[in-house]
């Protein structure tokens, strides 16, 4: 199974950029990466997901890095809403995550 | 709200009772999965089902757990003679199963077993 490293924690001043850095670097070469996050005591929200390109929405944009071994969420303009457990995980097997213990963002006013 | 819906939202239960929870996932959806997350730890996988055939189960379902997905749509997860270890989140995922395979999570039952 592929797994994840992420930053336990991460602060994020209103209105700032939040980046989220995940590293994955035992992801095979067909495993997209997904990210989603929860919001407390609700279940996991989709954010987005890629391969090996750069992707964008009206969420957020994930850019991977090139050997596909790490990538980064970017919230561009973060609100209070957005404080919650950010997760990146690899499908595996085309099938199951694995969630792995998130990033806490925690946005500041 | 993503369209799944779980029930109970809360279950509170004594050692040694069985539960049973319910997931109706999103209509059209052909796969669907549970996931079991403990306080400060993401979803565990514990099974999925390709409309009514349950397809893969994780070493973490023991004997004590089923699930059953009948004719494809909802699905229920049994506990039996529940432990406190059982205290979790029950999560509910379903998605059309197609490539990108987004997976649209329900809110959860939050089991206390006391």
């Known amino acids: 199974d592929a797994k994840t490293t992420q930053p336990p924690s991460m602060d994020c001043a209103e209105g700032r950029a939040a980046n989220l850095p995940c590293n994955h670097s035992?992801?095979?070469?067909?495993?997209?990466v997904y990210w989603y996050r929860q919001i407390h005591s609700q279940g996991p929200q989709y954010i987005i997901h890629g391969l090996k390109n750069n992707e964008t929405n009206e969420m957020a944009s994930l850019i991977i890095t090139e050997d596909r071994k790490s990538s980064t969420l970017i919230l561009p303009h973060a609100t209070l809403r957005d404080t919650a457990v950010y997760y990146c995980?690899?499908?595996?097997?085309?099938?199951?995550?694995?969630f792995g213990s998130g990033t806490k963002l925690n946005v500041k006013p | 709200d993503t369209g799944v819906s779980q029930d109970p939202r809360h279950k509170i239960t004594k050692r040694g009772q069985n539960v049973t929870f319910r997931c109706d996932p999103i209509?059209?959806?052909?796969?669907l999965y549970w996931y079991r997350q403990t306080l400060g730890q993401g979803p565990e996988f514990l099974t999925y089902f390709q409309n009514e055939a349950q397809l893969e189960k994780s070493r973490l379902l023991s004997d004590r757990f089923s699930a059953e997905r009948p004719k494809g749509s909802f699905s229920t997860l049994e506990i039996q003679r529940t432990e406190q270890g059982d205290s979790a989140m029950y999560l509910c995922?379903?998605?059309?199963?197609?490539?990108?395979?987004?997976?649209?999570f329900g809110a959860g039952t939050r089991l206390s077993v006391l």
């Open positions: 035992t992801i095979s070469g067909n495993e997209y």
């Open positions: 995980t690899p499908i595996y097997n085309f099938n199951k995550f694995y």
């Open positions: 209509s059209e959806h052909n796969r």
């Open positions: 995922a379903s998605t059309l199963g197609f490539a990108k395979n987004i997976q649209y």
